[in-house]
């Protein structure tokens, strides 16, 4: 969305977001994507998860 991503590990918090459009508190680091997009996250642990998923250098 708007050439960021947005990533998850709380199903409520995607829900929230899905209605309301609004992230709350969140993580955001900047060209982090893999084409260098903002990736913003709803918690430390998604960080996590999506390092896990992710190759980072």
Known sequence: MDGRLYV???P???A???KTGE???SITKI???PH???VVFDSD???VEYDN???KK
């Open 8 to 10: 998850f590990a709380s």
């Open 12 to 14: 409520t918090r995607k």
């Open 16 to 18: 929230d977001f899905d």
């Open 23 to 25: 992230m709350g508190k």
């Open 31 to 33: 060209g982090y994507g």
């Open 36 to 38: 260098n997009e903002t």
């Open 45 to 47: 642990e998604a960080v």
């Open 53 to 55: 998923r992710h190759f």
